[in-house]
């Protein structure tokens, strides 16, 4: 949805689109449409967005931005992360009223999840 000033695209570099997107279905339910061998974009995500093909990878240590998933169950989700072959950066921290992990997808690139219900 188009909103005025608002994210309305994110896009990220994948060295593996086909694992890059296997994990994402499976993880998070995300829906792909591919754009020829090189691109492919993603909705069912609250923000759509896209991989291209590159050996590059979005990580906070080299100044990459970080987004953040929410789970209701930050356990389950983490289980399906490893589960899908997701690399947990960071296991589970406690924070002022929260909880955080950070993990990897395939072609590298890190994320977070993060929760405010306790286990």
């Known amino acids: 949805m188009k909103a005025h000033e608002k994210v309305n695209y994110l896009e990220f570099p994948a ?3 086909e694992a890059t997107k296997a994990f994402l279905e499976t993880v998070f339910c995300w ?16 923000v759509d967005g896209g991989f291209y093909r590159a050996e590059l990878a979005s990580k906070t240590a080299k100044d990459g931005a970080l987004v953040v998933f929410y789970s209701e169950d930050l356990e389950a989700t983490q289980v399906k992360i490893e589960t899908a072959d997701g690399v947990i950066l960071k296991a589970i921290f406690d924070f002022p009223g929260e909880r955080c992990f950070h993990f990897c997808e395939p072609s590298g690139n890190e994320f977070a999840v993060w929760s405010d219900l306790q286990a």
Not at 31 to 46: H, I, K, P, R, T
């Open 15 to 17: 060295a593996n689109l």
């Open 31 to 46: 829906l792909f449409s591919d754009f020829g061998a090189d691109y492919c974009s993603f909705s069912e995500a609250s």
